[in-house]
């Protein structure tokens, strides 16, 4: 059967279960008992599009959740691959430890790296990019996945909110608090690939102080080489909650995630010997609440493993040694007025420093206020309008000022209408301003620095339409418009290098256009069956109008959940992502980026699980790429096979 066949078969699979329903003797036995809220959300609430709690329809922004349970039920181990589900999202695994993540196609271009840089991630709130490369390191996230609470994917220019590097959208990571933590958990999950996942979380509350503590370990060889690893990590994750009175409330969080991955800045095979550590603490009185947070962050990447992967490193002499250091510190305040006025200000401060053998040593400032202003006149119309200012002391355009503006109209019941533009913009790297590779033994630089670049910028034009009916129907609409502007090449400016007289450095090579839009449908089935299915759609050009052909233009995503009131549970996830052609650097000097064809591929994941003893112990089996369509998701990367992991969950 091709691949197509496949497709539609999959596809077909919520719809055969609705026009041929199971047995109604049994359906009326599952419904008896069972939490329907776990299985379809019909009312959700959301932070991160306005950074106040409000209902998802209110947002001025395109915004979908994944929760704990879709965590759990999806059999999934890594963050990246959870957010498949999400229309318009694009996951590409370079390593089993490293993946990397685009919003609506966009990504970055690097000579010898694959590099998505144009999301902003949060752990509940505070920045995890790495201002070094630009980009997330996913797996070092000191975070469990049974810590996630919930995961909210805003799709659009984010800068009026978040600033700098909130240029394709915003992925905010809402930890669990004490106050979900009461007891313990404790759980494993081995399959194929030595991979190799262990938690242990307990949490609970002493009078008004709340607190949770999470640790865990995970190992995996690489896909194609069983006898090497990808990944070593240990993390660890705190959190302590005190209530001062009714109205005001103090926290202070803090994790460390350490050990060796194969990590996007290096190369395939190379393990990089990394930690990373930060504290946080906020202050909410009110409408007013005050962060603060802390982030070290070093790495050692060996060069001796790269030897003879390319000419271009043997050059270099020295393994790459970094440490860099981030300090954030944020006041807001909201107030509401006359019921129908809410307004929203802040005030914000981050300074960056690093010191690496193969980069200049600077520190970086960047001082921002933003205003937010929302009316709503009338019940079903809502304007919402914002601006950021952000001041930078060490790019060439020192500041950069982003607007957004929506309007949201709910013409009936269960029925809105939201339009909205905005911009926003990413600032080049620290290695793209201040890279400084020598030759051992000379004064002379291989790689260097480009302190004249400017930053990314863009501008989108937005219409989403949502419907929610009858408690057992949500469904969605976005169509949307990208103009991108300076795009970054990572040290792409290398036609004429010459080791020693012309280094290879960063440059702004060129400007980019993108029109797409997602459909969604999520039904209720039964109240012990859901179904859900997504399509999206993108097409990026370049400034000759020149097809970029690094993203799927199609991607559809569909699944079916089912959780049986005797403990048996079920979940499938299914992705179609369209064909692309990928770069990936050749041996040379300097490296060349070739292009590799990539065909269509499908990824067929499920689950399966049961619980027993009051559900304080679940056994769980789950299968990634179960059609077994070996295929590689990324130019040079690894082919993904089928994998078998089993899970045992006890909580005490």
Known sequence: MNLYKRLIWLLLLPCLSYLFPINPALAQEVEEGFDEEALFRFEEYVVSASKRLQRIEEAPATITVITAEDIRQSGLNGIPDILRMVAGIDVAPLTVFDTQVAIRGFSGRAINMNVFNKILVLINGR???????????????????????????????????????????????????????????VSFTGGQFNHYVGSLIYGGKVRDLGYRLSGGWESASRLEERNKNSEEVGRFFGIFNYKINESSEASLEGGISDGKGEIVVSFPGALTDFQTAYAKTNYNYSGFKAQAFWRSTKFDMPLSALLGYSDFISLLGEDIRAKYYTYDMELQQYITLAKIHTIMGGLNYRFFTMKSNYTEDNGLNTYAGFLQYEIKPIPSVIFNLGVRVDYQDYTKKRTNISPRGSLIFTPLKGHTLCFSVGSAFRNPTYIDLYAAAYIPGFEKKVAEGNEDLEPESIISYEIGYRVALFERLKANLEIFYNKIEDLIYIFGDNEDFVPGEKPVKSWNY???????????????????????????????????????????????????????????????????????????????????????????????????????????????????????????????????????????????
Request: net charge negative.
């Open 127 to 185: 920045s995890v990019y790495e201002d070094f490369y630009g980009g997330t390191i996913w797996e070092a996230l000191p975070i469990q996945l049974e810590d996630i609470e919930r995961i909210e994917v805003v799709k659009g220019p984010g800068s009026v909110l978040y600033g700098a590097n909130a240029f394709a959208g915003v992925i905010n990571i809402i930890t669990k608090s004490p106050d979900e933590s009461r007891g313990g958990l």
């Open 510 to 652: 060129n400007d980019a256009e993108g029109v797409g839009g997602e459909l969604g449908l999520e039904y209720k089935i039964t109240p012990w069956l859901n179904g859900l299915i997504n399509y999206s759609y993108q097409w990026i050009t370049d400034r000759d109008d020149t097809l970029i052909k690094s993203n799927p233009k199609h991607k559809i995503n569909g699944g079916l959940r089912a959780a049986l009131k005797n403990g048996l549970s079920g979940n499938i996830l299914i992705h179609y992502v369209d064909s692309t052609e990928k770069e990936y650097a050749e041996s040379g000097l300097p490296p060349v980026l070739v292009p590799e064809k990539l065909d269509p591929y499908i990824l067929l994941n499920a689950r399966v699980s049961y619980k027993l003893f009051d559900d304080h112990i679940e056994v769980a089996v789950a299968g990634q790429n179960l059609l077994n369509d070996l295929h590689k998701e990324v130019g040079g990367g690894e082919e993904i096979p089928i994998r078998v992991f089993g899970n045992l969950t006890m909580k005490f």
